[in-house]
């Protein structure tokens, strides 16, 4: 593989947002995952959604583990600090940065052999203690870069590639995440930006650990026939919870739903997220119609996307650890060192 | 003939885990150093939280000999079920006191050893009602007994129970009684004082009687740690909970009750180092705690850590290995795991602190090191310096002394236009410089990788840049070789071409060998590592010596193979002496296997007599 950079120069009248930086100012290094992957989408979604919101890129840290997924936070961001650290452990290396600097903003890219298999225990640990950041999971049900293998994700009865059938069970992790404590919880479609992108923008506005699942075709080992995660399998099967429009607190948008089927919900930090209803009965408020929603359509063969769960009032990590405000690596001595003094005292009381 | 001795004779608790004997001896140990007496406990202790055997052994030397000695002088065997052997262990003239409520037919004892029987039971039976406190004051009971026994002053045990019991005053009546009952029991029934003694002396001096996983944790919240991530696992549990015990107390905002600290429990040690990992790569002084096990699953991070250059410091409580091995057992068993950790090439700074003094002092210096080096630092601790007390020099630091963050740019280096490479060797050392996520709207962002790369970060599987930061990497470590602390030299009294080398807990039972050797005409000169990699002294010390023994406490001789691999050392000039039942290495040990191999050379071993 070989670096391949992008040239800088851009249309001056090339828009702008809040900050005065362009969509450009977004992303990163040119793709080198096939041409037509599903996490390309993504990747594309995520640029997206950080240019609308404003966010300062070099205020975002990315993190990723092994795999496919993981080699896309190359492709955005290009301003932000990456890691791209080992196979299924971004959740605790990203929870390690996390607490070193509440201030940044985090976002951990994962994948389906990353956080369901090898990584199921450092993903489910991350949810439980409320780390706050944004986790996109970029499910293809398939390990790609080791050609085709079946993930944990993988349905049972699906082909592989070679026409070898999966026996095992897949894991949901959308309602593990939910089981789990996460406070925010959704599924979204690669293919489906006006979805995908407004959820990606109230996972960053959530200040608690936001989860996204995201199918993800892979076009070279999981979209033929056999494969249930194929492009023509999720369009046929995808049953949307809600349509997701957002609106932040710095530059409201008009919505344009009717009245009545629209739902605004006021986030924790001001900014407003409003919601709208495509099956009326679901409540993603409460944790047990989220997860008899995830299980009800299951057995009916669909795939549930859009916001499944959201607890507006999350207690993050830092906030159950009671940290100071000012984040821990801006501190030097003055603040850490407890001095000659209080130590004499403690060797006195060692005698 | 009763052993006579003053100030120097080692006495053995034989308890049952779990039955409160713990303080009691802690008081027994604590009122003997009050005395201005050197004591050196040690706590022998199953894999078990209640009603397995448990031994506290008590060495009082007025010459301050702290390592183990071996053998026992006075036993207090409270345990039936291990009395038999307990006995046995005695040397011929010692001391037996057991409880004598339980009839013990004269043949389960010796008649080469003076029995002192007390019925503990039996007093406390009548003394108290709750069976709880029947069991906990028969415990003090019988220091009131060995306090009697072996003229120790009752007073100054009664002040220390005053000062233990401070804030909880309710506890100190019924303890001062219970020890009262004992100590006029003893009075009446036996001939007190016996032959062993303690005499009152001013030979602790401003020393302080510790633990190492307690010192090491202090030594983290001076040296500015912030990021705590751990999993449970003896024998270096202590040393998380003293960190949490120590920030509580020195790192808590007195108005908002803000934490400058944070722990995490994490799901495993994977996910301790991962913490550790993330938290260092963001700009925060963060470490873990394990022991070997640990070490073997966090071998995948600590490449990672040595490849992307991530600051972190690893507390290493060596136990019995391998596998679950001997999880309360001491050994200097991970030393080549630790070194080496991690698949590819890679190599790691270690520390080996002697005793908690030095943990203290390595503990803060670490964090030092691993921004100054941006590669993992491990403190290495064993079992025996971590969880037993030792004496040791009192804690120090210098309040103008300010922390090593080592090569980091700020907004103002980068927005001065300075060049940025992350892995570009600027100085030579091989240390390139670093940024910390946040810093600058438009400069210095990086992408942090496992994967290889070019001085400017960037992805790349060509050999050329490959080699030539690997390379980087082997430079960076000579210059860390530059920069841990020396090792120690001890010279004997009379030029000798016998060397030692030994490191860590070995220290204090060396020392004495090489006293006792001395008198006997075996001089020795001892170095003591206290860092890998070696710097030249290492080297120079072996090439002028003869013979050098290695002594460590592992099967396989690990620091010897380390000295032959970084020094490229003549194997047939290092002479392994091995330790590694689990019990700490004594003196008689190392006096023994030296004298025995040394019998080759014309005594006097020196080189003006070589003919």
Redesign the interface.
């Given at each position: 593989m070989s670096f391949l950079p992008k040239p800088k120069f851009h249309h001056p009248a090339l828009a702008v947002n809040a900050l005065g930086f362009t969509h450009r100012d977004y992303e990163g290094a040119i793709s080198t995952l096939c041409a037509g992957c599903g996490h390309d989408s993504i990747s594309a979604a995520i640029i997206h959604a950080c240019y609308e919101l404003s966010l300062p890129p070099h205020r975002i840290a990315k993190l990723s583990g092994i795999g496919c997924s993981s080699k896309t936070p190359t492709y955005m961001l290009g301003q932000s600090h990456g890691f791209n650290s080992v196979h299924g452990r971004m959740p605790s290396v990203l929870t390690g940065a996390n607490l070193a600097n509440r201030d940044l903003i985090y976002l951990g890219v994962s994948g389906d052999g990353d956080t369901a298999s090898i990584g199921l225990g450092q993903f489910a640990h991350a949810m439980r203690r409320g780390v706050n950041m944004v986790y996109i999971v970029e499910n293809n049900g398939v390990y790609g870069l080791t050609k085709g293998q079946f993930s944990a994700t993988s349905d049972r009865g699906s082909k592989s590639k070679k026409g070898v059938e999966n026996l095992d069970s897949p894991i949901d992790l959308v309602a593990l995440a939910v089981q789990l404590g996460a406070t925010f919880a959704a599924r979204s479609f690669s293919g489906d930006k006006a979805q995908l992108v407004p959820l990606i923008k109230a996972a960053f506005e959530h200040r608690g650990a936001a989860f996204i699942d995201v199918i993800s075709p892979c076009v070279a080992f999981n979209n033929h026939d056999g494969s249930t995660k194929s492009f023509d399998y999720v369009r046929e099967h995808n049953v949307a919870l809600n349509a997701l429009d957002f609106i932040t607190g710095r530059s409201p948008i008009e919505i344009d739903y009717p009245e009545g089927a629209a739902e605004r919900v006021a986030l924790h930090d001001g900014s407003t997220i409003t919601l709208r209803k495509l099956a009326d009965d679901h409540d993603w408020r409460d944790r047990a119609a989220a997860l008899a929603a995830l299980e009800k359509h299951r057995a009916e063969g669909e795939i549930v996307t859009g916001l499944i769960y959201l607890n507006d009032e999350p207690v993050d990590l830092h906030a159950r650890l009671n940290t100071a405000k000012k984040p821990l690596n801006e501190m030097g001595e003055a603040e850490l060192c407890p001095g000659a003094k209080a130590l004499a005292a403690i060797n006195a009381s060692l005698r | 003939m009763p052993i006579q001795s003053v100030n120097d004779f080692v006495i053995r608790f034989a308890n049952v885990n779990g039955s409160g004997s713990a303080s009691a001896n802690l008081l027994f140990a604590r009122s003997i150093?009050?005395m201005g007496v050197p004591i050196a406990p040690r706590n022998i202790f199953p894999s078990n939280i209640q009603g397995l055997p448990t031994w506290y052994e008590v060495r009082v030397s007025g010459d301050g000999h702290l390592g183990a000695r071996g053998g026992a002088d006075f036993v207090v065997a409270m345990n039936p079920q291990t009395f038999a052997n307990d006995v046995k262990a005695i040397e011929p003239g010692g001391y037996l006191f057991y409880d004598s409520s339980r009839y013990v037919p004269p043949a389960q004892l010796r008649d080469d050893i003076v029995v002192l029987g007390m019925p503990l039971t039996e007093i406390c039976t009548k003394e108290y009602r709750d069976a709880r406190q029947r069991q906990l004051f028969k415990n003090i009971v019988y220091v009131g007994a060995l306090a009697a026994l072996l003229d120790i002053e009752i007073a100054t045990v009664e002040k220390l129970i005053g000062d233990q019991f401070k804030g909880k005053e309710k506890l100190i009546q019924p303890n001062l009684r219970a020890l009262r009952l004992g100590y006029e029991d003893a009075k009446q029934r036996f001939s007190c004082p016996i032959g062993l003694r303690v005499k009152r002396s001013d030979a602790?001096g401003?020393?302080?009687?510790?633990d190492g996983n307690f010192a090491a944790a202090?030594g983290a919240?001076?040296g500015?740690a912030?990021?705590c991530?751990w999993y449970p696992i003896t024998p270096s549990t202590s040393l998380a909970e003293a960190f949490e015990k120590n920030c509580a107390r020195?790192?808590v905002?007195r108005e908002?009750?803000?934490?400058?600290?944070?722990?995490?429990q994490?799901?495993?040690e994977?996910?301790?180092?991962?913490?550790?990992?993330?938290?260092?790569?963001?700009?925060?002084r963060?470490f873990t705690a394990t022991s070997g096990p640990g070490i073997s699953l966090m071998q995948?991070?600590l490449g990672?850590a040595y490849f992307a250059e991530i600051p972190a410091v690893i507390f290493d409580v060596q136990r019995g290995g391998p596998s679950t091995g001997m999880p309360t057992r001491t050994q200097q068993s991970d030393v080549i795991s630790a070194a080496f950790a991690s698949h590819g090439d890679t190599k790691h700074v270690l520390l080996f602190p002697e005793d908690p003094g030095e943990a203290f002092e390595f503990g803060a210096l670490a964090f030092d090191l691993a921004d100054r080096l941006q590669t993992p630092i491990f403190v290495m601790l064993d079992l025996d310096i971590g969880m037993n007390s030792h004496l040791s020099a009192?804690?120090?630091?210098?309040?103008s002394?300010?922390?090593d963050r080592g090569k980091v740019m700020s907004f103002d280096d980068l927005e001065s236009g300075k060049d940025f490479g992350r892995y570009l060797d600027v100085d030579g050392d091989g240390v390139p410089y670093r940024?910390?996520?946040?810093?600058?709207?438009?400069r210095g962002?990086?992408?942090?990788?496992?994967?290889s790369r070019d001085r400017y970060a960037?992805?790349?599987?060509e050999g050329g840049p490959y080699v030539e930061n690997m390379d980087r990497l082997a430079r960076k470590f000579d210059t860390a070789r530059k920069l841990v602390p020396r090792p120690a030299l001890r010279k004997a009294a009379k030029p000798t071409r016998i060397g030692v080398i030994h490191y860590g807990s070995t220290a204090p039972a060396m020392e004495e060998a090489a006293e006792l050797l001395a008198a006997e005409g075996v001089h020795i000169d001892a170095l003591r590592l206290r860092a890998f990699p070696f710097g030249a002294e290492v080297g120079e010390f072996i090439a002028a010596h003869e013979q050098v023994f290695v002594v460590e406490q592992n099967r396989d001789a690990q620091m010897r193979t380390l000295l032959i691999a970084d020094l490229g050392v003549d194997p047939a000039q290092l002479v392994a002496i091995l330790h590694y039942d689990g019990t700490p290495i004594t003196a008689r040990f190392i006096r023994r296997e030296i004298a025995d191999r040394s019998r080759g050379f014309a005594a006097p071993l020196t080189k003006e007599t070589v003919s």
């Open positions: - | 150093l009050r602790v401003d020393r302080i009687l510790t202090l919240v001076y500015g912030t990021v991530a020195l790192r905002d908002t009750g803000e934490k400058r600290y944070a722990i995490v994490a799901e495993d994977i996910a301790a180092i991962g913490v550790v990992v993330g938290a260092g790569w963001n700009g925060a963060a995948e991070f990672l009192p804690f120090r630091w210098d309040d002394r300010k922390y940024t910390i996520p946040g810093t600058h709207p438009t962002a990086f992408f942090t990788r496992g994967t960037k992805y790349t599987e």
